[in-house]
């Protein structure tokens, strides 16, 4: 796979994300792909799309890219995301960290932590 191909697959999920297109979001990942969202793990794609419908789409989750690196075989984006979730205790923006694993033309490992900064 290509380096090229990450920022693709990657911009493909911010855009599904950010319409709210549960099945054009579900396509961009492979069949036993992970999910780490806030330290619970999604394995498979019926749990992915389980959390997909909940938690992304059903919360109406935007996100705003403030930045990303690829690194080896990843790409990290940091995001400001937003939606209909408890925000209480959040920061206002909201900043995550997505780390995306590709492999295949697909999105194999996802997790996504609120990070504190290490400076």
């Given at each position: 796979?290509?380096?090229?191909?990450?920022p693709v697959?990657?911009a493909?999920?911010?855009?599904?994300?950010?319409?709210?297109?549960?099945?054009?979001?579900?396509?961009?990942?492979?069949?036993?792909?992970?999910?780490?969202?806030q330290?619970?793990?999604?394995?498979?794609?019926?749990?992915?799309?389980?959390?997909?419908?909940?938690?992304?789409?059903?919360?109406?989750?935007?996100?705003?890219?403030?930045?990303?690196?690829?690194?080896?075989?990843?790409?990290i984006?940091?995001?400001?995301?937003?939606?209909?979730?408890?925000?209480r205790?959040?920061?206002?923006?909201?900043?995550?960290?997505?780390?995306?694993?590709?492999?295949?033309?697909?999105?194999?490992?996802?997790?996504?932590?609120?990070?504190?900064?290490?400076?």
């Amino acid at each position: 796979m290509q380096s090229s191909e990450f920022p693709v697959l990657v911009a493909a999920f911010i855009e599904a994300t950010n319409r709210g297109d549960l099945y054009a979001l579900l396509e961009l990942f492979a069949e036993n792909s992970l999910v780490n969202d806030q330290l619970v793990d999604y394995w498979g794609m019926e749990s992915i799309r389980r959390w997909a419908e909940r938690d992304v789409v059903g919360a109406h989750v935007a996100m705003t890219v403030v930045g990303s690196v690829t690194q080896y075989e990843q790409v990290i984006v940091t995001a400001h995301m937003d939606g209909d979730f408890d925000k209480r205790g959040l920061p206002n923006p909201l900043e995550v960290t997505l780390y995306f694993s590709v492999h295949d033309g697909r999105i194999v490992q996802l997790i996504i932590l609120r990070n504190l900064s290490g400076t």
